[in-house]
């Protein structure tokens, strides 16, 4: 069965101090790795798709990689609106559609 | 209307209520999705349906019992629940078995 682990938890950061979340996963054949951001009472908003070990996809402050075992977040000089839950899911095939299987997200914070 | 929308945003109902969700997708997409958010746990995935057929039933308790009359909408019929079905209930859509999932805000349920 996949599993899907992010931490930490929770992540309070001063603005300008960059850090970096985990995501690691188990997959019998990984089809993809996806990470969202969630901010309160929204739905999940589509950052990055990752495929294979060694790809890197960056948008603004954001920074994504992957590795064989797990895949990596980073967050370069954050504002305050960075502040949200962040969410890691990987993909497997099913029927007609592809079935994610999430993690429990780490919830940022970045204070002034 | 752009990308995909729930309705309504909030539900409050009591355990011998029938009710519905509504979700429709303005992206085009064949596959649309039903997950189940609750406090603390990852999304679930309760439902898949690909080009209006439901390709994927997550053991889901027959008191949801998902419509998908075309490739735009998407139901959440709820009949009997139960106060721990309280959660947030999300749609998504997307086109192509390896390509993200969309999100639409969610409907924020809560059974008395």
């Known amino acids: 069965e996949d599993q899907v682990t992010q931490s930490p938890e929770a992540l309070r950061l001063q603005e300008g101090e960059s850090s970096s979340l985990n995501c690691s996963y188990t997959?019998?054949?990984?089809?993809?790795l996806f990470w969202y951001r969630q901010d309160p009472g929204k739905g999940p908003e589509f950052l990055f798709t990752l495929y294979s070990a060694g790809e890197e996809k960056e948008k603004e402050r954001l920074k994504a990689t992957l590795t064989k075992k797990e895949s990596f977040l980073h967050i370069t000089a954050p504002k305050p609106e960075d502040s949200a839950t962040y969410l890691c899911?990987?993909?497997?095939?099913?029927?007609?559609?592809?079935?994610?299987?999430f993690g429990t997200g780490t919830q940022l914070k970045v204070e002034l | 209307e752009t990308g995909v929308t729930q309705t309504p945003r909030h539900l409050v109902m009591g355990m011998t209520n029938k009710k519905s969700l509504k979700c429709e997708q303005h992206?085009?997409?064949?596959?649309m999705y039903w997950y189940k958010q609750s406090a603390k746990k990852p999304l679930e995935l309760m439902f898949v349906?690909?080009?209006?057929?439901?390709?994927e039933n997550n053991s889901v308790p027959s008191r949801f019992s998902p419509e998908c009359p075309n490739s735009s909408h998407l139901f959440l019929h709820l009949h009997t629940l139960q106060p721990e079905d309280s959660a947030l209930y999300l749609c998504?859509?997307?086109?192509?078995?390896?390509?993200?999932?969309?999100f639409g805000p969610g409907t924020r349920l809560t059974v008395l």
């Open positions: 899911a990987v993909s497997q095939l099913t029927g007609g559609g592809n079935k994610l299987t």
């Open positions: 992206l085009g997409h064949n596959a």
């Open positions: 997959v019998s054949g990984l089809r993809g």
């Open positions: 998504a859509s997307n086109q192509g078995r390896l390509n993200e999932q969309f």
């Open positions: 349906y690909n080009f209006k057929e439901q390709t």
